[in-house]
Antibody
Framework: EVQLVESGGGLVKPGGSLRLSCAAS????????MNWVRQAPGKGLEWVSS????????HYADSVEGRFTISRDNAKNSLYLQMNSLRAEDTAVYYC??????????????WGQGTVVTVSS | DIQMTQSPSTLSASVGDRVTITCRAS??????LAWYQQKPGKAPKLLIH???SLESGVPSRFSGSGSGTEFTLTISSLQPDDFATYYC?????????FGQGTKVEIK
C-alpha cells in the first residue's frame, strides 16, 4: 500500500525548533519529488516547500524561507522538515505529499494524515 | 509569486445540480493546474491534474478545463459525497501556490 506517515509535531514555544519526518512506503521514494503543505486552523492550504527526487533542488514559500529546511534520505525512504525560529503563525497541520509523476512537476496524489504543530508560549 | 484566486468562496447547491468553480491565475500557467477535494479533518484528495486530466479512480462527473489564466472545475451532477472544500493549485513555478478554496454546501 502506498503510504506517507508524518511524525514530529507538537507544542513548541515561539522562537523554538521542531523537526518533522515523513516515512514513505509502497512506492519508489527516490524517484519522486516531495512536498510539505500546511493548513492553519480553519484556513486554506498553503504550500510550504518542495524537494527534487535526488534532493539537489529545494524551494520554499516566502513565509518560511530562511527558517525552514527541507531534506530527504532516500536510503531511509524519509522526508524531513527542519523548522527553526517558529512563530505563532506557523501553527498548522503539516502534510507531506508526493508528486504524481516522477519526470515532471504535477499535482500531489498521495498525502499523509498530517501532523499538528502548535507554536504558543 | 503567482497568485491564485478562486470564486466563489462558498457555493450552496442541491444534489443533482451542475456546479462550476473558477480559478484565476495572476499570470499564465499554461495547463499546470491541479484541483483537490478536502473534507473536514482529512488530507486533500487529487481530482484533476494538468488542468483537465482526471486522476485515476475519480468519478467522471468531475471535469476540469482551461489554460493560461482561467480554469474551471465542473461537477456535472452533485452527489452527497461531493459536499466539501475544493482547492486549485498551480505548479507552473517553483512556488506551488493554492487558491483560497471554495466550500460547497448543501442548499
Amino acid at each position: 500500500e502506498v503510504q506517507l506517515v508524518e511524525s514530529g509535531g507538537g507544542l513548541v514555544k515561539p522562537g523554538g525548533s521542531l523537526r518533522l519526518s515523513c516515512a514513505a512506503s509502497g512506492f519508489v521514494f527516490s524517484s519522486y519529488s516531495m512536498n510539505w503543505v500546511r493548513q492553519a486552523p480553519g484556513k486554506g492550504l498553503e504550500w510550504v516547500s518542495s524537494i527534487s527526487s535526488s534532493g539537489s533542488y529545494t524551494h520554499y514559500a516566502d513565509s518560511v524561507e530562511g527558517r525552514f529546511t527541507i531534506s530527504r534520505d532516500n536510503a531511509k525512504n524519509s522526508l524531513y522538515l527542519q523548522m527553526n525560529s517558529l512563530r505563532a503563525e506557523d501553527t498548522a497541520v503539516y502534510y507531506c505529499a508526493k508528486d504524481l509523476l516522477n519526470y515532471s512537476p504535477d499535482g500531489s496524489d498521495i498525502w499523509g494524515q498530517g501532523t499538528v504543530v502548535t507554536v504558543s508560549s | 509569486d503567482i497568485q491564485m484566486t478562486q470564486s466563489p468562496s462558498t457555493l450552496s447547491a442541491s444534489v443533482g445540480d451542475r456546479v462550476t468553480i473558477t480559478c484565476r491565475a495572476s499570470q499564465s500557467i499554461s495547463s499546470w493546474l491541479a484541483w483537490y477535494q478536502q473534507k473536514p479533518g482529512k488530507a486533500p484528495k487529487l481530482l484533476i491534474h494538468k488542468a483537465s486530466s482526471l486522476e485515476s479512480g475519480v468519478p467522471s462527473r468531475f471535469s476540469g478545463s482551461g489554460s493560461g489564466t482561467e480554469f474551471t472545475l465542473t461537477i456535472s451532477s452533485l452527489q452527497p459525497d461531493d459536499f466539501a472544500t475544493y482547492y486549485c493549485q498551480q505548479y507552473n513555478s517553483y512556488s506551488r501556490t493554492f487558491g483560497q478554496g471554495t466550500k460547497v454546501e448543501i442548499k
